[in-house]
């Protein structure tokens, strides 16, 4: 029996490299798709002039090329009924942690209880948002095809 052991040691030791081996082969679990959703919800409070009957929030991070430029198209929407905010990340992560933005840029247009009516993610450009505007504030104002465009 003793003649034999070296080989039963022999045996186990190249089992395990072997185990060992196979699992250092077995390819990683594939990565799952980051998933950036915007708010579908507001608390008008935590935005610029709530009394306003819409408001367009864009959330932008200084890091952003793309942010600097939706940013611009949401601004020029600021009028009498409509209140514009930027939210940049680095100025307040509070609110973006508070409406879980993941990713920049993203715009949302809500009406005065702070129900979303449409969002954007990542570039919009400013006949979308201009459009996006007009159809929340007058329901049926697009043109038919124009919103097949996103």
């Known amino acids: 029996m003793t003649d034999r052991l070296p080989l039963v040691l022999a045996f186990v030791v190249v089992a395990v490299a072997l185990a060992v081996w196979t699992r250092r082969r077995t390819p990683d679990a594939p990565m799952q798709p980051v998933t950036h959703a915007a708010p579908v919800q507001l608390d008008r409070a935590d935005f610029a002039a709530p009394d306003r009957p819409w408001l367009v929030v864009a959330f932008t991070s200084a890091t952003c090329g793309t942010c600097t430029d939706v940013a611009a198209k949401v601004a020029v929407l600021e009028s009498s009924e409509v209140a514009t905010e930027i939210v ?48 929340a504030r007058d329901p049926g104002s697009t043109p038919p095809g124009c919103g097949e465009h996103d």
């Not at 307040?92 to 993941?102: G, L, P």
């Not at 209880?113 to 505007?133: C, K, N, P, Q």
């Open 88 to 135: 940049e990340y680095s100025a307040d992560a509070a609110r973006h942690d508070r409406y879980a933005i993941t990713g920049v840029p993203v715009v949302v247009i809500a009406d005065a209880e702070g129900v979303v009516h449409r969002s954007f993610l990542g570039t919009v450009s400013a006949t979308h948002l201009w459009a996006a505007v007009a159809e």
